[in-house]
């Protein structure tokens, strides 16, 4: 067993490499759709994606979102949240394996089907239960109300990229009864159905070992990381261990 300790920016790199290698990511670039809605997480796992396929060209992960949290004593003081679509480069779209420029989840959402993959990010994650819970700013759902009709109408995979930074320990329902609550202020809350994959998840697909969260915070640039012990055969081990000082030092994300 070996612990290593994971800043959110280098969690995001490690859960793009894992979801860039997932098995139904690679069907839907062979032959199908991949939508890659934009959010930092997201970013990562879009550069790794196009990476794959050769697809080097204009794509900049430091704009791609639609809404951010910044800590509440920086340049939007109070605010906490913002959406700054100033940039906005588009979600990424790629179907049999060619990215369509110019296009979002609104675009494609009616013509997608089962085969088909969706990729995205969430602001909450209960890692226990594998539930993932999003924060609604749009009156009519954003982008995740129109993920969900192809989710729920026509089989497309929803695949959910989070952070352990994002963790609660709070169901995710109830979050939602409290936040969606009338005469309530501030963003609204959505727990929604799909494939979770946190640093944990990442770990596994990419090299067999167990990952096991014991232990997160710090300062420095540690705000916000997590320490993970990790457990397998030595060979598992040894890889994740490569693969853990390979990404350890991701620089702190920027938009």
Do not use: C
Not at 97 to 107: C, M, S
Not at 182 to 188: F, I, L, Y
Not at 191 to 214: D, F, K, M, N, R
């Amino acid at each position: 067993m070996k612990q290593y300790v994971i800043t959110p920016a280098a969690g995001k790199r490690l859960i793009g490499k894992a979801v860039a290698i997932h098995p139904a990511v690679k069907q839907a670039l062979k032959s199908g759709t991949l939508v890659i809605i934009a959010g930092t997480t997201n970013g990562y796992a879009a550069e790794e994606i196009l990476n794959s396929i050769g697809d080097t060209g204009d794509f900049d992960r430091r704009r791609f979102f639609r809404g951010i949290t910044l800590a509440p004593s920086g340049p939007a003081r109070g605010t906490g949240r913002i959406a700054d679509q100033s940039g906005f480069p588009d979600d990424v779209v790629i179907v049999d394996g060619n990215r369509l420029q110019g296009k979002t989840i609104f675009d494609v959402a009616d013509d997608l089907k089962e085969g088909d993959v969706i990729l995205k990010g969430a602001n909450a994650v209960d890692p226990v239960r594998g539930r993932a819970g999003i924060l609604i700013g749009h009156p009519k759902g954003g982008t995740i109300a129109a993920a969900l009709q192809a989710v729920t109408g026509r089989r497309v995979k929803l695949i959910l990229p989070v952070g352990l930074e994002k963790r609660v320990n709070t169901d995710l329902n109830r979050i939602a009864e409290t936040l969606n609550s009338p005469g309530g202020q501030g963003p609204r809350f959505w727990p929604v159905p799909g494939e979770v994959i946190t640093e944990l998840q990442a770990i596994y697909s990419l090299t067999g070992a167990t990952a096991e969260l014991v232990a997160a915070g710090g300062v420095g640039g540690a705000e916000g990381s997590v320490m993970l012990a990790v457990t397998g055969s030595p060979g598992e081990e040894e890889s994740a261990g490569k693969l853990l000082e390979e990404i350890i030092e991701e620089a702190l994300f920027v938009s």
